[in-house]
């Protein structure tokens, strides 16, 4: 992939300006290019909003330092209190030399990239794509729940009926709901929707059914690519950057009843602080609590 300038997810405007025709390298931004594609040595800088997860950080700082030639600027910042007040160790650990402001509680480091830096081929093996003996999928660090089955999700799988027709899996993740609910030969297609790029192209590994589909798509833009479907299936993400964010599961469920044909089902799991019982009387003409168990609620609810 040719690209001069790199950019990682959106960091504050405020906080670090990126050069203009940045190529956006974040997973979290459908159609975004990979970092992983970049060739050694091809950026001449690379602008980071670092993610909050230690492994996940020191991957994706190691793989710029990769794709920066020699003397190429990285600008690296995160909130103190998500991974910013480790940024400079972290790198200097690399062997950068670092230079260290503090702004609107967030840390922002820039430097160069070292002519031999240390540990990179370490840090993004440490980050990469992995089978998980316990899980028994594809995973990596950084997406949700990589390296244990969501207790929500599990719920839910404990409560799903066998479906029929053509559904979706809103916010897919690795796959585990997918295979629950292929366990049934009635289902005649499934559509996994998955805003982060590692999840999309685990579970393309982990979900080996000719019934499955998996699209790199953000639930809240979908518009009309899915429309009539007979059922759908979601455990919706309620944290945006690391902050609660409860209007994103009230998205989900609004895109639910977009999807779905009228008669149609949604099963939805939610931790139990969660408020959606409003917005599901709201969307759709009825819906009951399933189960109640571990912090978790089951709803369906009909369209």
Not at 130 to 153: C, K
Not at 178 to 202: C, F, G, I, M
Request: with cysteine; hydrophobic share 45%; aromatic share 6%.
């Amino acid at each position: 992939m040719s690209a001069v300038h790199g950019l990682y997810g959106s960091p504050p405007p405020a906080l670090a300006i990126s050069p203009a025709g940045a190529v956006q390298l974040s997973p979290l931004v459908p159609g975004a290019a990979a970092l992983e594609d970049l060739a050694d040595a091809s950026l001449e800088s690379f602008t980071a909003l670092t993610p909050p997860g230690a492994v996940e950080r020191r991957y994706v700082l190691a793989q710029a330092l990769r794709a920066l030639r020699p003397g190429g600027r990285l600008e690296a910042l995160a909130p103190k209190d998500k991974g910013g007040a480790r940024l400079k160790r972290e790198l200097e650990a690399f062997g950068c030399t670092v230079v260290e402001t503090a702004k609107r509680h967030h840390r922002i480091c820039v430097t160069e990239r070292p002519a031999a830096p240390q540990g990179l081929e370490a840090a993004i093996a440490e980050g990469a794509p992995r089978l998980s003996a316990g899980l028994g999928l594809w995973t990596q660090p950084g997406v949700f729940s990589w390296d244990r089955i969501d207790p929500g999700t599990a719920l839910l799988v404990k409560h799903l009926p066998p479906l029929s027709g053509r559904g979706a899996d809103l916010g897919a993740g690795l796959g585990v709901l997918a295979h629950a609910v292929l366990t049934s030969p009635k289902v005649e297609a499934l559509t996994l929707v998955e805003l982060d790029r590692r999840a999309v192209e685990a579970a393309r590994r982990n979900v080996d059914d000719p019934r499955a589909s998996v699209l790199w798509a953000d639930v809240r833009t979908l518009g009309e690519t899915l429309t009539g479907l007979d059922f759908v299936v979601m455990n919706p993400p309620f944290h945006d950057g690391g902050a609660e964010d409860r209007a994103l599961g009230v998205a989900f469920i609004a895109a639910a009843a977009r999807v779905l044909r009228k008669g149609g089902d949604c099963w939805v799991v939610a931790n139990r602080h969660l408020p959606y019982e409003a917005p599901l009387q709201v969307h759709f003409s009825r819906f009951r609590p399933i189960a109640d168990a571990g912090g978790y609620k089951i709803y369906e609810a009909r369209k």
